[in-house]
């Protein structure tokens, strides 16, 4: 059973466009994180968001925690070849001590 | 100031054989964990080590699976008798404490393993 879902899987778009990632669950997280994972490599993490209805922004990224503390969104302006990659949302749940993985989308940026 | 290193970085192995993998932490991290990545998919959690503390062994697969962290440094996952689904990435990483809200999770490159 996936703790944590994302949508889409799969993303393709051209160089200058908008786009949403969705992380949705029905479980209540005490943060959640987002990393971005290059081929080859480890996750890196971008954003811990700890409120519920927090909004952080990271440059052209931009990432909300759900009033309810069980979803998230990633929301990217103007899309940039360098922004390819898997985007990964990670939960952390009010009585442990792990972080639960989604199951990542995969962001293609066509110049 | 060195990352979280892993090794091997491939490792092509027949069915049944065992392997080890290595994991060396951050230093001063006290939190490792041990995750399985299949192709272009999310992280699957396999165990953490917490300082002294007993591992939380919940996510391990089947009894094939085991690690070990000596010194509170350097861990090994050990498969044995591995099996095709066995075959994955499986990644380390380390942070200065476990269940904290704002720990960032230091990653290291991950090891690709493949049975043939």
């Known amino acids: 059973t996936q703790l944590l879902e994302q949508s889409p899987q799969f993303l393709s778009i051209q160089e200058g466009e908008n786009l949403t990632v969705y992380c949705n669950s029905s479980?209540?997280?005490?943060?959640l994180q987002w990393y971005r994972q290059e081929p080859g490599e480890g996750p890196v993490l971008l954003v811990t968001?700890?409120?519920?209805?927090e909004v952080k922004k990271l440059k052209r990224l931009t990432f909300q925690f759900g009033d309810a503390r069980k979803d998230s969104s990633l929301h990217i302006t103007a899309a940039q070849p360098g922004d390819t990659g898997l985007y990964l949302c990670?939960?952390?749940?009010?009585?442990?001590?792990?972080?639960?993985f989604g199951t990542g989308t995969s962001l293609t940026v066509i110049p | 100031g060195a990352g979280v290193s892993q090794s091997p970085s491939n490792k092509v192995t027949e069915k049944g054989k065992d392997v080890e993998l290595r994991c060396d932490p951050i230093?001063?991290?006290?939190?490792l964990y041990w995750y399985r990545q299949s192709l272009g998919q999310g992280l699957e959690f396999l165990i953490y080590?917490?300082?002294?503390?007993?591992?939380?062994k919940s996510g391990l697969p089947s009894d094939r699976f085991s690690a070990e962290r000596t010194g509170g440094s350097v861990s090994t996952l050990t498969i044995q008798r591995t099996q095709q689904e066995d075959s994955a990435v499986y990644l380390c990483?380390?942070?200065?404490?476990?269940?904290?809200?704002?720990?960032?999770?230091?990653f290291g490159p991950g090891t690709r393993l493949t049975v043939l």
């Open positions: 990483a380390s942070s200065r404490r476990s269940g904290r809200a704002k720990d960032t999770q230091y």
């Open positions: 479980s209540v997280f005490s943060s």
């Open positions: 968001v700890v409120t519920g209805g």
């Open positions: 990670a939960g952390l749940v009010n009585t442990g001590n792990q972080f639960y």
């Open positions: 230093s001063g991290h006290t939190a």
């Open positions: 080590f917490q300082g002294n503390s007993a591992p939380d």
